[in-house]
């Protein structure tokens, strides 16, 4: 497991209302807006890897928005833009990839039952955009994992 670091900067933007991700070619700066409803819109953002800081870089910041603009530049161009928050975050990342894994401990539950532990992480930066397929899949395996154990009487 290792850091990922990212950020963004949280705008105010009312009048957009679609997200929109644009590929820059550098995995580590990538360009997104994503509005959320309340006339904010998040823009993104960094993946850092190895970064354990999780203090704001106005830099980075500074650089978001620019490549925000300039990639977005029919939604921004005009915008003056209004700052309501910047975030930096941290997320686990796997050099072997996510780990999507069921087992069972030797600890026991006060019913005397074996505990089972289920693994699902290191996604990295596409956590959100990953949760509701890898929660799906879960719990398929979850499911498969518990007839396993059950008797055929």
């Known amino acids: 497991?290792?850091?990922?670091?990212?950020?963004v900067v949280l705008i105010r933007a009312p009048h957009i209302i679609n997200s929109k991700i644009v590929h820059t070619?550098?995995?580590?700066?990538?360009?997104?807006?994503?509005?959320?409803?309340?006339?904010?819109v998040v823009?993104?953002?960094?993946?850092?890897?190895?970064?354990?800081?999780?203090?704001?870089?106005?830099?980075?910041?500074?650089?978001?928005?620019?490549?925000?603009?300039?990639?977005?530049?029919?939604?921004?161009?005009?915008?003056?833009?209004?700052?309501?928050?910047?975030?930096s975050a941290s997320r686990p990342g796997r050099k072997s990839g996510v780990r999507m894994e069921i087992n069972y401990t030797d600890h026991y539950n006060s019913r005397k039952e074996r505990i089972i532990l289920h693994h699902l992480y290191g996604f990295g930066g596409f956590g959100i955009q990953?949760?509701?397929?890898?929660?799906?899949?879960?719990?398929?395996?979850?499911n498969k994992f518990a007839e396993v154990g059950k008797s055929k009487l």
């Open 1 to 7: 497991m290792y850091p990922i670091r990212g950020q």
């Open 43 to 87: 823009l993104g953002g960094t993946k850092i890897k190895d970064d354990y800081s999780l203090q704001v870089d106005p830099k980075i910041s500074r650089e978001i928005i620019e490549r925000c603009k300039y990639h977005m530049e029919e939604e921004l161009k005009d915008l003056k833009i209004d700052i309501v928050k910047e975030y």
């Open 130 to 142: 990953a949760s509701w397929g890898a929660c799906s899949k879960m719990i398929e395996e979850i």
């Open 25 to 40: 070619g550098d995995d580590n700066k990538s360009c997104y807006m994503i509005p959320k409803g309340d006339g904010t």
